[in-house]
């Protein structure tokens, strides 16, 4: 089965309810920060990390990059020979995507389109990925629930949003900004879409979602998802402090919800379970 839906495919002129254009000094950050040496080594770890969970034996995956970005995510898969698919909602980012993968000679599919509403079929996914995603969009659910429709069962998810625990955040140029009641919080994200877009990196969506792992691990088992935190998937390495510190953290849930408050982010991975069989 082909994972995009016949006649699917969105482009720029069927996006019109969306903004797909945004200012030249979010693309130009971007477009400068995904080519970085820290920015290639993050994703290529983040690959290998989900690759082992998938347990793929091999096998060329389809994977979907949802918030493509400028596609570096997309081309470290498309390396290997997987099949890779990218979505983003920003019009620059993704022909920009698409040249930087063509030009390497590698292959992949890029759709203008929201995540609310995804161009591929049920099951068609081995991998999602949603970096840095989920803060921008308010209809965050059906996110959710977008990217347990188009896995199938044994497929990997991996989300990285941000984190309301913690006073530390990229989001907006503002301190303790995670902290701030809700109200405040909305005038801020009001002005970065009016008056003071440098508060937000012009960002034509800024963040308007703070989340804790707990709460997209319980939304997501109710999608059958069996959710981990970063800390389950960390290596304990050769360091007896960093050995104990992160035994520490997995084996206490107290000293774990502490560690989410030190973390600026927030990161599940999940598998997506066989279908329920009914009693």
């Known amino acids: 089965m082909s994972p995009q839906h016949q006649g699917r ?17 979010f693309i130009e950050y971007y477009a400068r920060q995904s080519l ?24 060329k995956l389809n994977v979907a990059d949802i918030g493509c970005n400028a ?15 990218g979505v983003d909602i ?15 000679g590698l292959e992949g599919a890029f759709h203008i389109a929201s995540a609310t509403s995804l161009p591929f079929a049920d099951a ?34 991996y989300i990285s949003t941000t984190n309301r625990l913690c006073p530390v955040q990229h989001e907006y140029d503002l301190p303790l900004y995670s902290w701030y009641p809700a109200s405040l919080k909305r005038r801020y994200e009001h002005l970065a879409v009016t008056t003071r877009p440098e508060i937000a990196n012009y960002a034509t969506y800024p963040a308007v979602n703070w989340f804790t792992y707990y709460q997209l691990r ?6 059958n998802m069996e959710c981990s ?38 990161s599940v991975m999940a598998r997506k379970l066989s279908p329920r069989t009914p009693p």
């Open 9 to 25: 495919t969105v482009e720029p002129s069927e996006s019109a309810k969306w903004e797909t254009r945004t200012r030249s000094e």
């Open 36 to 59: 970085s040496a820290a920015s290639e080594k993050r994703s290529r770890e983040l690959r290998d990390k989900l690759l082992k969970i998938h347990n793929d034996q091999g096998r």
């Open 71 to 85: 596609g570096t995510q997309s081309r470290v898969w498309a390396e290997l020979g997987h099949r890779v698919y």
């Open 90 to 104: 920003n019009e620059e980012l993704v022909r920009l995507a698409h040249a930087r993968i063509t030009e390497a």
């Open 124 to 157: 068609s996914m081995d991998v999602c990925i949603a970096p840095e995603l989920l803060e921008h969009v308010a209809d965050w659910r059906r996110c959710l629930e977008e990217f347990a429709r188009i896995l199938r069962p044994g497929g990997v998810l």
């Open 218 to 223: 319980d939304y997501l088992k109710g999608l």
């Open 229 to 266: 935190d970063r800390f389950d998937n960390m290596k304990r390495g050769q360091n007896p402090l960093r050995r104990f510190a992160l035994y520490a953290i997995q084996l206490a849930p107290p000293i774990r919800w502490i560690a989410h408050v030190a973390s600026p982010s927030t």
